[in-house]
């Protein structure tokens, strides 16, 4: 009996340590792939230092429906932060219902790209902000619009010269988009299983999931959705090896073609971060795919030109399943009432 247990003990302690053995060499072998855990603290952006001030104004701007010229659409309606930081639809629905031509991307982690848009059309977030505001199929305001709408509600007053303090003239569209990237900054999500991973806890990821993430770098998705955010970093053609179909990839969107204007550039996208995707469905620029598993299976014949099965689909999914990290707490903010110099609904 004594000597079953000692050898009991001897082969899980075996056990252990080859899975430990296991654990380590997947790790490093991620690291090398250039998978990487979401830094601690708020990061940093260029040319906008966040303080406590903005990025209390930039959470009442980015929930404020007042931003846009109906009064209806908010930054949160087509980024719910509750949702995932995207409006789960497959082309978002803007002004007067109309429906734009690309699937929202999450906000969640947008720091983390290095371009924004789907063609990486603005350079940083604080760039980014100001399109959606203006374009006319999301909140189809004009600046100077947004402008009297802040100056006309005294508590904004208030906040924007105690953001941006020492500005003569504080209450600018350049600083609503400042603020509202504040803000953004903390939209992060560490603490997945997969951060948790690889930071050393062996225990965080199923194995399922590590076995996936083995097949996620085997297979090459990790060529392009790696970093940080497992993408948000480069272009390449949709459909590099095959080309998907029109419901798919709509020939109308040509993607950073349309910002380059080369024709190389023709149906190049930047590779999408796969950071909580999970939670963002349906997927790709065009909104077309509701299913994760279908996804991969597309971004196998479309991008590696390798048939992907069923169960090993269902191991990468299982394995982004892990890159959903802890949702940020969001105190809904009270917003200042409007005033007789508000302008009014333009529906
Ligand atoms: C893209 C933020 C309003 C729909 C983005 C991105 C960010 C963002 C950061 C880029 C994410 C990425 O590339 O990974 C904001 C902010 C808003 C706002 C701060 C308020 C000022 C809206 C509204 C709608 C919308 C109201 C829907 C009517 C979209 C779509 C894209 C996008 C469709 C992708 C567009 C493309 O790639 O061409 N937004 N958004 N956004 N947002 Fe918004
Ligand atoms: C988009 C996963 C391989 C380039 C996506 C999306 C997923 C995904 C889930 C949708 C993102 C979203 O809707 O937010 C994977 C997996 C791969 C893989 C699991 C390996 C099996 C690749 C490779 C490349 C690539 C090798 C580059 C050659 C892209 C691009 C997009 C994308 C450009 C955006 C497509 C669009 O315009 O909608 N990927 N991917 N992917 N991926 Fe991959």
Redesign the pocket.
């Known amino acids: 009996m004594k000597k079953t247990m000692i050898a009991l003990a001897v082969s899980m302690g075996f056990v252990a340590t080859l899975v430990a053995a296991d654990d380590s060499a997947l790790r490093e072998k991620a690291k090398s792939a250039g998978l990487l855990p979401i830094p601690a603290g708020v990061p940093e952006v260029a040319g906008n230092p966040v303080t406590r001030e903005k990025i209390d104004l930039g959470r009442m701007l980015f929930m404020d429906p007042r931003l846009s010229a109906s009064g209806v659409i908010s930054c949160n309606t087509c980024h719910n932060l509750g949702m995932g930081g995207d409006d789960n639809l497959p082309t978002s629905v803007g002004h007067g219902w109309q429906t734009g031509p690309r699937?929202s991307?999450t906000v969640l982690n947008a720091v983390f790209n290095a371009a924004q848009f789907?063609d990486g059309r603005a350079e940083d977030l604080k760039a980014q902000a100001k399109g959606p505001v203006q374009a006319g199929v999301e909140m189809a305001n004009k600046p100077e619009n947004v402008v009297v709408t802040l100056k006309s509600i005294p508590e904004y007053v208030e906040r924007f010269t105690k953001a941006f303090p020492n500005e003569p003239d504080p209450v600018t569209f350049d600083n609503m988009a400042k603020a509202i990237e504040a803000f953004e900054v903390t939209l992060v999500t560490p603490g997945s299983p997969f951060d948790d991973w690889i930071e050393g806890n062996d225990a965080a990821m199923t194995d399922e999931q590590k076995q996936g993430l083995d097949l996620?770098i085997e297979?090459?998705?990790s060529?392009?959705?790696s970093g940080v955010n497992f993408g948000g970093q480069d272009y390449?053609p949709?459909g590099?090896i095959t080309k998907p179909g029109a419901d798919i990839l709509p020939p109308g969107d040509k993607?950073r073609f349309q910002v380059t204007n080369t024709v190389s550039d023709e149906y190049v996208?930047?590779?999408?971060p796969?950071r909580n995707?999970a939670l963002?469905a349906p997927?790709?620029?065009?909104g077309a795919v509701w299913d994760?598993g279908a996804?991969?299976a597309l971004?196998?014949t479309a991008?590696?030109g390798t048939e992907?099965s069923d169960e090993e689909a269902a191991r990468?999914v299982a394995f982004l399943h892990a890159l959903t990290g802890e949702q940020p707490t969001i105190e809904y903010p009270i917003l200042p009432v409007e005033t007789a110099e508000t302008p009014r609904p333009d529906l």
């Not at 997927?283 to 065009?286: D, E, G, L, Q």
């Open positions: 699937n991307p789907w996620y297979k090459g998705c060529a392009c959705h390449f949709f590099l993607g996208f930047r590779a999408g796969l995707i963002t997927y790709f620029h065009s994760l996804a991969v971004m196998g991008q590696l992907i990468i």
